[in-house]
């Protein structure tokens, strides 16, 4: 009975065991992106473990994010650099627009507005997992990113939704960042790892698998 009630296979510990992740990681993420230029790298990686252990049940979660953390900071800083002055612009712009509501004009600009931005904030959505999953150059990973946010709309806009109400969310609560960072990884990954395969060859899928079970080995 003793054994049964302190296996650590069983399900109260494994749900305890994936809460500890879930807290954990979002903390983790939370903490190496308060440079703001790592934000990118940090992300890549928390979108990485996230489906690795909570998609596919690998153990060592935290060992994972920081191997992969620090395996995405060569692209993933200056990708960061060149992400942000359009997102200090478009957010600009959106203060803009929302001040200018006013008027019947103003709301049909604030509108159009909001509908253009899903474009660049869905590439901001798909460009970070991106480089968590796969090895890109620099201009083919920007250049993937885009053409997936374009070809994949309704997804693009789904995702792009569900970020931003987690990002309110938190940043008015702050207490959510307990969660919402690998909740919000994780429910992305529903669409995002649905997209991927559709734009890999099979030679290529073949590398990743053989990557992925290189990878458990050395865990």
């Not at 252990?53 to 953390?69: N, P």
């Not at 460009?127 to 250049?143: I, S």
């Not at 309110?168 to 790892?193: M, R």
Request: some cysteine; proline content about 5%.
């Amino acid at each position: 009975m003793w054994q049964d009630i302190f296996n650590p296979e069983n399900l109260f510990f494994r749900i305890l065991s994936k809460g500890v992740d879930l807290v954990g990681l979002s903390l983790l993420w939370a903490l190496l992106s308060l440079p703001v230029v790592t934000i990118g790298p940090a992300t890549a990686a928390l979108y990485y473990t996230v489906v690795k252990t909570f998609r596919h049940k690998k153990d060592e979660a935290f060992g994972m994010y920081l191997r992969a953390f620090l395996d995405n900071l060569k692209q993933g800083i200056p990708v960061t650099l060149l992400c942000l002055p359009a997102v200090v612009f478009f957010a600009w712009g959106y203060n803009v627009m929302a001040n200018n509501i006013s008027t019947s004009a103003g709301v049909v600009m604030y509108m159009a507005y909001y509908v253009v931005l899903l474009v660049p904030a869905g590439i901001f959505c798909y460009l970070f997992p991106l480089m968590g999953r796969f090895a890109f150059q620099t201009g083919a990973l920007l250049r993937t990113a885009f053409i997936m946010a374009l070809r994949h709309l309704p997804s693009t806009v789904i995702i792009v939704m569900l970020t931003v109400e987690m990002m309110v969310f938190t940043l008015e609560q702050w207490w959510p960042v307990l969660f919402t960072p690998v909740l919000t990884a994780l429910l992305s990954s529903l669409f995002l790892e649905r997209i991927f395969p559709k734009y890999l060859t099979e030679e290529e899928i073949a590398v990743l698998m053989q990557t992925d079970e290189t990878q458990e080995e050395e865990l």
